[in-house]
């Protein structure tokens, strides 16, 4: 009787980790094809970059003051369109910028196709093999406060090859975080989807940002 | 940049490092500890993507 409870317990925790992936994915797929449509609008209406930065800080006024407190309702979906929205208005100036340079649409379908690569990549390894690389979390959680340090001085200092470095940085940690947060909702360390969802929007957000930076720079285009 | 948005841009990210710290200093302090195997196993993904990224550049060279 007692293997029995552990194995209806086991199965019901199994079918509510694959109800989270599949919400997860369900509704990441919806608000990045709602982020990209918000970026084409920002593109034509030919936003400002101070515009544009108002819009970040406003995505992360939503995700930090009003998610938390509709995260468990059906509200946080409509929070989560909000943020991936802004978000993807924000880059409507980077895209601008370099789709108007020669080869640069290349260089933002090559940068897509990238980002769409080491993301559908590193969650198929995570999902197939099922191994648990939340012994991660410390060190990309540094990381991230290392690479934001390092961000606030090129602020001001405008290095470019330490823009560079700052942007290989972020690759290399939004990959490892891809690895992590996936690798948390399939060993319920997540539970919540639309948390879940916005923690995964953003590692794909910054991943293509920087690959563009990237890309860009060495296309001889930036 | 106008010096308005290097201030503002410089602001925004202090605060993200301000409320990044609790969740950091929770991972470092009570997060798991991974063994040398499992770290190796992290490295070779994310060298995969270096090699990946490399692949791109050569690309749109």
Redesign the interface.
């Known amino acids: 009787m007692d293997n029995y409870g552990q194995v209806a317990t086991g199965r019901e925790s199994a079918l509510a980790t694959n109800k989270v992936l599949r919400n997860t994915y369900i509704l990441l797929s919806m608000s990045l094809i709602f982020s990209g449509a918000m970026a084409a609008l920002a593109m034509s209406m030919q936003v400002s970059q101070g515009m544009a930065l108002g819009s970040i800080i406003a995505a992360f006024v939503l995700v930090w003051l009003v998610l938390p407190r509709f995260e468990n309702s059906s509200m946080g979906i409509v929070v989560v369109f909000a943020f991936t929205g802004l978000m993807g208005f924000s880059i409507g100036p980077m895209l601008s910028h370099y789709l108007a340079i020669p080869n640069g649409g290349n260089t933002v379908m090559t940068a897509l196709g990238g980002t769409g690569v080491i993301f559908l990549g590193l969650s198929a390894y995570v999902l197939t093999t099922r191994k648990d690389f939340s012994f991660m979390g410390g060190f990309l959680f540094v990381g991230l406060l290392v690479i934001l340090g390092a961000a606030i001085l090129n602020i001001f200092f405008s290095v470019p090859a330490f823009s560079l470095a700052i942007s290989a940085g972020v690759i290399l940690l939004m990959s490892g975080f891809i690895l992590f947060d996936t690798s948390r909702i399939i060993h319920g360390g997540e539970t919540n989807y639309i948390r879940a969802t916005v923690g995964l929007y953003l590692n794909i957000h910054n991943l293509f940002v920087h690959l563009l930076h990237i890309l860009g720079a060495f296309s001889g285009d930036d | 940049?106008?010096t308005w948005?290097?201030v503002?841009?410089?602001l925004?990210?202090?605060i993200?490092?301000w409320?990044?710290?609790p969740?950091?200093n929770h991972?470092?302090k009570n997060?798991?500890?991974?063994s040398k195997k499992?770290?190796q196993?992290?490295a070779f993904?994310?060298l995969?993507?270096?090699g990946?990224?490399i692949l791109?550049?050569m690309?749109?060279?």
């Open positions: 940049m106008e948005m290097k503002a841009s410089a925004f990210l202090g993200m490092v409320r990044l710290w969740a950091a991972w470092m997060g798991p500890k991974g499992e770290w196993g992290a993904l994310l995969g993507v270096v990946f990224v791109l550049i690309m749109v060279r």
